[in-house]
């Protein structure tokens, strides 16, 4: 895996370390499956208890799923016999011509596993991030394949998910799944930066809707870089699986500083600033959008993992100090639990580590539970599913 590293340092050290005119009253909205005023939805057929209708029509009418249908495959790959890679795993490749392509150009793709699961994980990548103060992001899609690691690995029998489906997203655009620009930076002798991560994850989600549309439960779960893009594009997920019991799990991606002006105009991610919620024009954070979200998904679960002095994330709040980092997770997630207790829950370790989806997976515990128990007690929607912070 190669990161671009050019630094400039501005007056503030920004240092992005995250993991190194229709008329639709009657119609689908454009390919989300989501029906606008066309009253109540027919009750599914298979058995299972339908869910809480979602109203995503603000993100809708802001292009969320603006790319979802844009690019085809340029090519496809089968994977087998490489270690460390589930074998079977299936590689779709893009031309970077059709959109999809990694922040300095490399080609990007997307791999995917067919188990024959009814359920499906979407799993994100996690590895930094491209601003003009610092930039320091992974350059290529990596690896080809399904990892065997943590949540990745079919092959270990207390993995939760591990008969699961699997569609993973390799991480490359520099913009934590969320951009839609083209930046031109006159101080970058690199050149224009393409943050394209909105397309990357429309063109992986397509994959996804071709091979799995059935899908009864999915689980988006993404680890640093890879947890902010689970922010983004939850909603997005939800539109395209209306009926699925959707569970979220955020590793070490809490939305942190990704709201500032400066970093919304040079990725383009303001279509995540719905007009009607005033408080997400104007934080720093993403964790008004997250309370926004779940308002306006009431079958959504949440999930987030972190440790109190996360060494990675704990930079990127313009600090190195711990007091003020325990007091910003604390006060930003302290808000969100409060106002979803039942639908979002925390997981916070004592320490500085940084991830736990792929290391640490059995071994980060608290009160002798691990991160992939109490993964599994979420999608369970089991009593169990408590908050565990040390």
Same mark, same amino acid.
């Given at each position: ?51 809480? !209708? ?5 993100? =809708? #009418?802001? %292009?969320?799923?603006?790319? &979802?249908?844009?690019? *085809?495959?340029? $090519? ?29 150009? !490399? ?5 995917? =596993? #067919?188990? %024959?699961?009814?359920?499906? &994980?979407?799993?994100? *990548?996690?590895? $930094? ?262």
């Amino acid at each position: 895996m190669r990161c671009s590293s050019a630094t400039r340092l501005g007056p503030l050290a920004l240092v992005l370390l995250l993991g190194c005119g229709e008329d639709e009253a009657e119609t689908p909205d454009r390919r989300s499956g989501v029906t606008r005023d066309a009253g109540p939805d027919p009750q599914p057929d298979s058995g299972r208890a339908p869910q809480p !209708a979602a109203d995503l029509d603000e993100l =809708l #009418d802001l %292009g969320i799923d603006e790319f &979802l249908g844009a690019a *085809q495959p340029s $090519g496809s790959e089968m994977i087998s016999g490489v270690s460390g890679i589930a074998d079977g795993s299936l590689v779709y490749d893009f031309d970077p011509g059709d959109g999809p392509v990694c922040f300095r150009g !490399a080609p990007f793709h997307v791999s995917m =596993l #067919d188990q %024959g699961s009814k359920n499906l &994980l979407i799993y994100l *990548q996690g590895g $930094g991030a491209c601003l003009s103060l610092i930039c320091q992001a992974t350059l290529e899609a990596s690896p080809r394949g399904v990892p065997l690691r943590g949540v990745l690995d079919v092959t270990d029998p207390d993995n939760p998910v591990a008969e699961w489906n699997v569609l993973y997203v390799p991480y490359c655009d520099g913009s934590v799944f969320s951009g839609d620009n083209d930046f031109e930076d006159p101080s970058d002798a690199q050149g224009v930066r393409l943050h394209h991560g909105q397309r990357n994850f429309s063109a992986a989600l397509d994959r996804a809707l071709e091979h799995f549309p059935d899908a009864e439960k999915v689980l988006l779960a993404g680890s640093s870089a890879g947890g902010w893009g689970t922010v983004y594009h939850r909603a997005l997920v939800r539109s395209q699986y209306p009926d699925a019991e959707l569970t979220v799990m955020n590793d070490a991606g809490i939305g942190f500083s990704t709201n500032l002006n400066l970093v919304v105009g040079e990725w383009g991610s303001q279509r995540y600033r719905p007009p009607s919620c005033a408080a997400c024009q104007t934080h720093a954070h993403m964790t008004e959008f997250v309370r926004y979200v779940l308002e306006h998904d009431p079958g959504t679960v949440v999930g987030d993992f972190s440790s109190w002095e996360d060494s990675v994330i704990m930079r990127f709040t313009f600090s190195t100090d711990p007091a003020a980092f325990r007091m910003l997770l604390a006060a930003e997630t302290d808000a969100t639990a409060a106002a979803f207790p039942d639908r979002y829950k925390r997981f916070i370790v004592e320490g500085s580590a940084h991830t736990s989806l792929q290391t640490g997976f059995h071994d980060t515990q608290i009160d002798g539970v691990s991160i992939a128990q109490w993964l599994g007690l979420m999608i369970a929607r089991d009593p169990g599913w408590v908050e565990l912070i040390e």
